[in-house]
């Protein structure tokens, strides 16, 4: 894999600076935008929503609850929330069954900003090594976080979630969120590549489940226009999705990303010098080829392009 | 990464890719496996709160409450006086749940308790809507030889900051001995009617406060459920449900009388003491066998 230097060279000379960050750009406003909108109320007084990223009252009204807390919630014993909880956790999940869970991941949560940053780094450093861990872990975590719900009978995965240790820290204003976000980003940078976000965080695992039946997708329908420059993979936070749908077409495979892994960050869309990918929905799920050439088989198109 | 990947591609047996596979699996198995053994232990010890930490009004009791809160700080945020806090990651009290510090910071007594009905989940109790019924914790005159109403002088702070005034906290007047001439002004307080809001504690006058607010369960005794009151059964009945009353026989120690003239009890000159060096003799008595 070429340096992290490199990435996204090719596009930006092809389409431009803004073309090639477009969603970069436009996920880091929307992160820093919502721990701002946390952060009027306490730090100047405007109340647009209270609370942190566990439950939140968007302007006094909407109620929003995360659905794994809800669920663990449940799993714990405290079967009769009040209302409030249930229409919380129903928006929240209803949200995200539309445009995919891990929207969340690459979206919403401050720990994206952290372990991204880590990821960068990693690769300007040309850092390698440290310990393998298994894409799968994060469900074996998503299950013993639910476990430990049930046989504590209390919340217990919350005394350690980094998740809202870090947002509760950074909207009260608690110090010892620091720390977490250190070892998070010291654990991404030098024991794991991509080690808590892409491995670890059982958040993650929950939101990839209810991402995988979500409508919308990255569709890669100019994969045919694909000559294996690798960029994708290279700043792409789970790779393991791209290649089913960029290199499945022999297979017999669709040109969406189905696995629910994907956080649809967009990154991959728009370092793609060959433009082969776009947010879409999940159907139709077929070889399309390019325009009107439909069922074109995939050597012709390819030619085509380049 | 676990490889699947190579098994796939070649047409070889599946052996070494399922071996390493159940390999992986294993491995990740034991590896959350003791993770959550870790995490387990370590929230049954966080999930002590320890005694100083009130939690806000109509909290669930502890346990139901640690499945109920989500640690969204909506009720931090409701509070207009900053009187809850969120537990940090280092402080003691769970991390992400509310509390407050009875002497630095006291509930205020809201009449609309604005902390209770934003909670999302009713961890804080909605029923609650009258900030009377609240039972944060119980005041407890918890040394009385500090106390300096104990010693005879005035001092009555508790009482008169109390929000409850002259029902959660009573003064019990009672003779000075010491003195011979002055009163004791006693606090005395009563579960049925204390809030826990802890004002009492943050106004002690002394350097360390007399009267604290506890949790209810270190603060509160329980009766052992077949316990019957006899004078509550007689009550309720309208008479005695064993034999007739029998005529009062004092059961004194030796060198001890009664004097029903307001003195009480008066210990005879010559004794030195009431009860003998072996207490086995004052459970003894009455017991010895006819000779």
């Known amino acids: 894999m070429s340096g992290g230097g490199k990435t996204g060279l090719t596009a930006t000379l092809n389409r431009g600076w803004w073309q090639t960050r477009k969603w970069l750009v436009l996920r880091r406003v929307s992160q820093l935008g919502i721990l701002g909108l946390f952060l009027l109320g306490p730090l100047a007084g405007v109340r647009i929503i209270d609370g942190n990223l566990s439950s939140s009252l968007l302007l006094d009204t909407v109620p929003m609850t995360d659905p794994l807390l809800f669920l663990q919630m449940l799993v714990a014993g405290f079967l009769v929330p009040a209302g409030t909880a249930v229409l919380g956790a129903a928006l929240v999940m209803g949200f995200y069954l539309l445009v995919g ?68 820290g950074i909207i009260f204003g608690l110090g010892s969120a620091a720390f977490v976000a250190l070892a998070l980003f010291l654990f991404d940078l030098f024991v794991a590549r991509r080690g808590w976000c892409g491995h670890l965080c059982p958040m993650g695992a929950f939101y990839g489940l209810v991402g995988a ?28 999705v791209i290649r089913p749908a960029l290199k499945g077409a022999e297979a017999g495979r669709g040109p969406v990303i189905l696995a629910g892994e994907c956080t649809n960050c967009g990154r991959c869309i728009e370092v793609c010098p060959q433009e082969v990918f776009a947010f879409g929905l999940r159907y139709p799920n077929r070889e399309r080829g390019q325009g009107s050439e439909t069922r074109s088989s995939p050597g012709l198109s390819k030619g085509a392009a380049t | 990464m676990n490889g699947g990947s190579g098994e796939k591609g070649s047409g070889h047996p599946a052996q070494p890719g399922r071996r390493r596979f159940l390999g992986d699996l294993a ?42 809160c989500t640690r969204c700080g909506l009720c931090v945020r409701g509070c207009p006086y900053d009187v809850l806090k969120l537990a940090g990651l280092l402080d003691e009290a769970p991390a992400g749940t509310p509390y407050f510090v009875a002497r630095t910071e006291p509930c205020v007594m809201c009449e609309d308790i604005p902390c209770v009905p934003v909670c999302p989940t009713g961890a804080l109790d909605h029923a609650l809507t009258d900030i009377h019924e609240a039972r944060m914790g119980l005041a407890v005159v918890v040394d009385h030889e500090a106390c300096i109403a104990f010693q005879g002088l005035r001092c009555e702070v508790c009482f008169n900051i109390c929000p409850v005034r002259g029902k959660a906290i009573t003064l019990d007047l009672q003779h ?116």
């Open chain 1, 101 to 168: 869970g891990r929207v969340f991941c690459s979206w919403v949560c401050p720990v994206n900003l952290v372990t991204d940053a880590a990821g960068w780094l990693r690769l300007r450093l040309d850092l390698h090594g440290g310990i393998n861990l298994a894409r799968s872990t994060r469900y074996w975590m998503l299950a013993l976080v639910l476990l430990l719900a049930l046989a504590t009978g209390s919340l217990a995965y919350e005394l350690v979630n980094p998740v809202s240790l870090l947002h509760r």
């Open chain 2, 176 to 291: 000075n001995a010491r003195s011979g001439k002055h009163a004791l002004f006693i606090p005395v307080v009563h579960s049925a009617d204390c809030t826990g809001c802890g004002l009492c504690e943050k106004a002690c006058i002394l350097e360390e406060a007399a009267i604290k607010v506890l949790p209810m369960r270190l603060a509160k005794g329980e009766l052992g459920h077949h316990y019957r009151l006899g004078w509550e059964q007689k009550a309720e009945h309208g008479g005695s449900l064993v034999t007739p009353d029998q005529q009062h026989r004092y059961n004194l120690p030796e060198g001890v009388r009664y004097e029903h003239g307001g003195r009480g009890l008066i210990i005879d000159e010559g004794a030195e003491s009431p009860y003998s060096d072996n207490p086995l003799d004052t459970l003894n008595r009455g017991l010895e066998p006819d000779r």
């Open chain 2, 27 to 68: 491995r990740t198995a034991c590896g959350v496996g003791v993770l959550g053994l870790g995490l387990g232990l370590h929230a049954s010890r966080a999930n002590a709160l320890p005694a100083a930490a009130i939690r806000p009004p109509g909290a669930l009791p502890e346990a139901e409450f640690l499945a109920a």
């Open chain 1, 213 to 240: 039946v979500s409508p919308v997708r990255v569709r890669a329908d100019q994969r045919a226009a694909c000559d294996d420059c690798m960029e994708c993979f290279v700043v792409c936070p789970e790779p393991q």
